[in-house]
Nanobody, 125 residues
């Protein structure tokens, strides 16, 4: 069992930056792939970014590629999402997730076994 707790959400102006963090405990974090997903009100959860167990492979949604960067620190059991040039459509609840399929930074929700509660991001002027 892996417990995940996100932090770093808040209100930011369009064009601004925000860094989300996810702290993991209780499991084999270093062998799991990690992902970030976003859920907007009334919509399904969607993939944002993912990273393999050692950080050697990453994957991004087309809409955030070049603006967002996912990273991890296995010694600290944390995964982060640096978000730059934020747009209004990037708002929503961001959740981190853990997948036992450590080699593959998957875009599929079903690949992830453990989820955090999420942190709210609002992009507005």
């Amino acid at each position: 069992q892996v417990q995940l707790v996100e932090s770093g959400g808040g209100l930011v102006q369009p064009g601004g930056s925000l860094r989300l963090s996810c702290a993991a405990s209780g499991g084999a974090f270093s062998t799991h792939a990690m992902g970030w997903f976003r859920q907007a009100p009334g919509k399904q959860r969607e993939f944002v970014a993912a990273i393999s167990w050692r950080g050697g492979s990453t994957d991004y949604a087309d809409s955030v590629n070049g603006r967002f960067t996912i990273s991890r620190d296995n010694a600290k059991t944390t995964v982060s999402l640096q978000k730059n040039s934020l747009k209004a459509e990037n708002k929503g609840v961001y959740s981190c997730a853990s997948s036992p399929l450590g080699h593959t930074p998957s875009q599929r929700v079903a690949a992830y076994a453990f989820w955090g509660q999420g942190t709210q991001v609002t992009v507005s002027s």
